[in-house]
Structure formats: C-alpha cells, structure tokens
C-alpha cells in the first residue's frame, strides 16, 4: 500500500467517512453518513490516480488488473483497521473506490440488529442468508455473527471472503479466513475444499453465482451451519433469486434443498435518521417455519410473504413493521418510513 493512499485512508477515518471514492476530474469523494461529500484538496488527475493507484500494487496485482481491467482487494492501515480497495477503469484511466471497515466489531444493540440473530447463530446447521442492496451493513451483520460464534462456541469456522474486511482471532472457536485471489482462487473451488477441513461453520462473504449457492445449499444439507451473504431487496427475493438462479429441470431440486436447510433470511436497510446525522438499520426477518419450508417446497413463493406477516410469535418480521416500530420509536421520519415501505397505505393507516 503507498503513503499516499494510507493517509488518505486515515483521512476517512478522522472524518468518520464510510468509503471514500478517487475520480478523475473531482477532488476526493467521502461518504459520510449515507451522504457523498467532497473532500478538501486539488482535482484528481488521471497521471496522479494512475501513480496513486500502482504504487501501491504488487507486481502479482498488477497482472491481475492488466488482463482483468478490474481488481479487489484488502489492505490494513494503523494497528488494526482495514480496508477494501476496489480498482477499476474509467475512460482508460484506473480509479478508486474504498469501503473503511469498522475497527470493532459492535455490540447487538448498537448495531440494532434483533434479538433473534443471537438464537440464530447457536443453530447447530442450515442455512442464514443476510440480503440487501450494496451498503447496508451486510458484511458487519456476518462479521458479528462470526464473532458470536467464536465467543460462545467450541468450534471450528472457515470464511470464504472477497476481500477480508475484518479479521477474528480465534477466542473459544478456531477461525480460519481465506481471501479470493490471495489465499483461494474463487468461491466456487473454496468452498469445496473447505468442506475437507473438518468445520462446523462456514461464512460465505457472498453467493455470486449458483455454482457457489449449490455448494453452500449441500454443506448446509451436510450438517454444517453455513451463514452467506446475498444481493436482493428482501427476503421473499432472496429465495426467489436462489432457485431462479438455475436452469428449469433443477429447480425443483433446489426448492427441496432450500426448504431443507434454510434457517432465516435477514434483509437490511440503512436508513438517516429522523435527527440526521447517523444512520440506523431496519431488519426484515423471515425465519425457516414449517410454513415458510412448505411454501418453498411446493413452489407458492407469493404465499411467504402472508406467513411472515403472521410469524411475529417466530421472531418474524415485515420490513413494513420493522420501518414502523422505528417511526414508533422516533428513529426515523415519517416520510421515510412511508417512502421505504413495501405498503405506504399500511403505514400511513397504522399511524392514524
């Protein structure tokens, strides 16, 4: 990693920035709470992103972006915070995008992640999905989830990651991480050999392509609890991306071997706060009920939505609901409770 892009990194930091962004023709770009901001100091030119960015490669780096026009990487900065590094291509010129990790990993409560995430992780196997769109917390969600583990139980996790945004020690559970393109070659080859190194669990830092979800449904189906995370809106979509995911005469397959494993999909949403300033995360969760298996099995994907509104006593909850006990509760505003929902006329009934 060059000087320049580590004192940048420690830039963000002290301005509590979520990532930070390296555009040709713009100064440096933050993101602070939610919020694209421009940063003090001099246009970026394409000479000065091109230095900026190969200084700091190795030459095996390097070739990557040479062939690929892309690369992913993490990088630590300080004693202990870290960094994922993405390099692409813009008008043949290398820019930057820069995602901070958070140095500590924090408590259920300030994350403000349900009560039913640590019954969760105790789940001796199956399957935990946590969806989103990108930048909503996904990775701190899983990272505390593996961290939970490793402070209750006697056990062995292997993550597949891309890159490692956080690293555990290993406390009462052993953990061992790989990084694609560092330690792995992929997701897909990782994940078969990881079922050779005896774990109880596995995180998958995300489910790309169905190669990767077959192995994952097959090491939840083999008794090992395995916790990945997924790009859809909800958790409805989540299950319907899963098995549309592979071709017609397989599906059937995979609704059978998702309904046989899947232990809950928790689908995030980061939202302003109705004081400004922060952020907070609203939590839809779908928990793997009798109900919930059925409806998968026998394909009536339309009817899960009617049994996670009803599965309160589960633990379950609506991303409707769970915007309205924030609203309830005075964290967010009105209008973004109303606008975020999947119902608005629910909202705006249940608050008249």
């Known amino acids: 990693m060059s000087l320049q892009i580590e004192n940048l990194l420690r830039s ?51 070739q990557v972006l040479k062939s690929t026009w892309q690369l992913c990487f993490s990088t630590q900065f300080g004693e202990h915070d870290r960094a994922r590094v993405t390099i692409y291509m813009r008008n043949g010129s290398p820019e930057l995008s820069i995602r901070l990790s958070e ?49 209750e139980s006697r056990v062995k996790i292997v993550t597949i990651e891309d890159p490692i945004e956080y690293t555990h020690p290993c406390k009462r559970a052993v953990v061992v991480q790989q990084e694609v393109l560092t330690d792995v070659k992929n997701f897909q080859q990782a994940l078969m050999h990881v079922l050779r190194q005896d774990p109880d669990v596995i995180g998958i830092g995300e489910m790309r392509d169905r190669e990767t979800m077959y192995t994952a449904l097959t090491a939840a189906e083999t008794g090992h609890l395995v916790i990945a995370t997924l790009h859809t809106p909800d958790a409805v979509q989540a299950i319907q991306r899963i098995v549309s995911a592979f071709p017609e005469g397989q599906q059937n397959e995979i609704r059978y071997m998702l309904a046989n494993t899947i232990q809950a999909v928790i689908a ?3 939202l ?31 009817k899960i939505y009617s049994e996670l509104q009803a ?40 608050i008249a």
């Open 12 to 62: 963000g930091r002290k301005l509590n920035a979520s990532d930070i962004h390296i555009v040709v023709g713009l100064p440096p770009i933050l993101r602070v709470e939610g919020e694209v901001v421009t940063a003090k100091g001099d246009v970026v030119t394409a000479d000065a992103a091109r230095t900026l960015v190969y200084e700091g490669l190795t030459p095996e780096q390097q």
């Open 103 to 151: 140095p500590v990993i924090r408590s259920r409560g300030d994350l403000n992640l349900p009560a039913i995430v640590d019954d969760l992780v105790r789940k001796p196997n199956g399957l935990i999905i946590i969806t989103g769109p990108t930048g909503v917390g996904k990775t701190t969600t899983f990272h505390y989830m593996i961290d939970r583990i490793n402070n």
């Open 268 to 270: 995030q949403q980061l």
């Open 272 to 302: 302003p706060t109705a004081t400004g300033g922060q952020r907070i995360l609203c939590c839809e969760v779908m928990v793997g009920t009798q109900g919930i298996r059925h409806n998968i099995r026998e394909n009536t994907i339309h």
């Open 311 to 350: 599965g309160r006593k589960y633990g379950m909850v609506t991303m409707d609901h769970a915007l309205l006990d924030l609203y309830k509760k005075g964290d967010i505003t009105y209008d973004m409770a109303v606008t975020m929902a999947r119902d608005p006329n629910m909202i705006k009934q249940r």
